[in-house]
């Protein structure tokens, strides 16, 4: 990875119970999400689970000139948020709760 790669990192929360439901709803993540996620510039985006706390910790890549910031306004975002509200612990607006993880080591 060029030091030159803006990249993300966040942590959610999960629901205990809702393990084999939130892999398999991101197993069939819908193609005009997955194609609008890109459009906005993210080239990776990785989800991992940890068993014991079951913490979600994401981290996004961002090719050069991403622009995520408009997603949470348009329909197929609020949509998604939506039909994953009932696995996670979100926000008033169905929108997950999430930490943002900064940075402290690349290699």
Not at 22 to 31: A, F, L, N, T, V
Not at 50 to 67: I, M, P, S
Not at 92 to 101: E, F, L, M, R
């Amino acid at each position: 990875m060029m030091q030159n790669d803006q990249v993300l990192a966040f942590r959610m929360q999960l629901i205990k119970g809702n393990e084999a439901e939130y892999k398999k709803r991101h197993d069939e993540i819908w193609p005009e999400l997955a194609d609008l996620l890109k459009k906005a510039g993210i080239q990776e985006y990785y989800i991992f689970l940890d068993e014991v706390t079951l913490a979600l910790f994401a981290f996004q890549k961002l090719g050069a000139g991403a622009d995520t910031s408009g997603l949470a306004s348009l329909p197929i975002m609020k949509k998604w948020w939506d039909y994953m509200a009932d696995l996670m612990e979100v926000n008033p607006d169905n929108s997950p709760k999430v930490v943002a993880c900064p940075e402290i080591f690349r290699l």
